[in-house]
T-cell receptor, first 111, second 114 residues
Framework: ETGVTQSPTHLIKTRGQQVTLRCSSQ?????VSWYQQALGQGPQFIFQ???????GRGNFPPRFSGLQFPNYSSELNVNALELDDSALYLC??????????FGPGTRLTVT | DQQVKQNSPSLSVQEGRISILNCDYT??????FLWYKKYPAEGPTFLIS?????DKNEDGRFTVFLNKSAKHLSLHIVPSQPGDSAVYFC?????????????FGEGTQLTVNP
C-alpha cells in the first residue's frame, strides 16, 4: 500500500456535468501527478503539481483543471463532461523526480 | 504517437519458469525507466526502475535490462509465481522543464499457471 488515497472510488455523471476528484499524497511527497487510464490502455499524463504550482501538462483540453493545497493534497476538476471522459483517474505522488506512487484510482462513468 | 510500446498484450508462463516482458521506446530523451504491476481495481504498484546510465538493475526476483542502442528494455521475473499474474506496464520519463511525467506503454497481461 502506497499511502496515496483517492476519493470517491466510483461515480457516475451525466454528459455536460462537472466533477471533482480528490487525492491525498503520501506523507513527505510534495509532487502530485494525475493520469487518465482508458479501458485497455496505459495511463495518460494529464498534469503535475509541485508545491501548489502546475509543473507540466499533457495533451488534455483546458476543461481539465487542478489544484494542489498547502498539505500537498490535490483535486482534479473536469467541466462539461463528455462520454469519452469515462475512465479510471489515477493520482500519483512523488518525492524524487521520477518514481511515482499511485493511489487506487477513481472510476468515472459518464452517461 | 506511441513513444512507449509493449507489443505483447499477453504472456502465459508456468510457475517456476522465467517471465520476460518487453518494452520498446522511440524518444531518445527518455533517461529513466520504470516497471509497474497492476491488479484489477487497484492502482499501479511500482516494481523496479533503471536509469539510462545503467544497463541492468536487480531486486530480488525482478531484473530490468536496458539496451539504449536498441531503445529496448525488458523485465525478467525468476522464478515466476502465480501471485505475479497481473498487468505489467513499462513507463519512461525524461528530464525537462515540464515536470517528470511518465509515459506508459499499453501493458502486458502476465498469467502464471500453477
Amino acid at each position: 500500500e502506497t499511502g496515496v488515497t483517492q476519493s470517491p472510488t466510483h461515480l457516475i455523471k451525466t454528459r455536460g456535468q462537472q466533477v471533482t476528484l480528490r487525492c491525498s499524497s503520501q506523507s513527505g511527497h510534495n509532487t502530485v501527478s494525475w493520469y487518465q487510464q482508458a479501458l485497455g490502455q496505459g495511463p495518460q499524463f494529464i498534469f503535475q503539481y509541485y508545491r501548489e504550482e502546475e509543473n507540466g501538462r499533457g495533451n488534455f483540453p483546458p476543461r481539465f483543471s487542478g489544484l494542489q493545497f498547502p498539505n500537498y493534497s490535490s483535486e482534479l476538476n473536469v467541466n462539461a463532461l463528455e462520454l469519452d471522459d469515462s475512465a479510471l483517474y489515477l493520482c500519483a505522488s512523488s518525492r524524487t523526480p521520477h518514481e511515482q506512487y499511485f493511489g487506487p484510482g477513481t472510476r468515472l462513468t459518464v452517461t | 504517437d506511441q513513444q512507449v510500446k509493449q507489443n505483447s498484450p499477453s504472456l502465459s508462463v508456468q510457475e517456476g519458469r522465467i517471465s520476460i516482458l518487453n518494452c520498446d521506446y522511440t524518444n531518445s530523451m527518455f533517461d529513466y525507466f520504470l516497471w509497474y504491476k497492476k491488479y484489477p481495481a487497484e492502482g499501479p504498484t511500482f516494481l523496479i526502475s533503471i536509469s539510462s546510465i545503467k544497463d541492468k538493475n536487480e531486486d530480488g526476483r525482478f531484473t530490468v535490462f536496458l539496451n539504449k542502442s536498441a531503445k529496448h528494455l525488458s523485465l525478467h521475473i525468476v522464478p515466476s509465481q502465480p501471485g505475479d499474474s497481473a498487468v505489467y506496464f513499462c513507463a519512461a520519463s525524461a528530464r525537462g522543464t515540464s515536470g517528470s511525467r511518465l509515459t506508459f506503454g499499453e501493458g502486458t497481461q502476465l498469467t502464471v499457471n500453477p
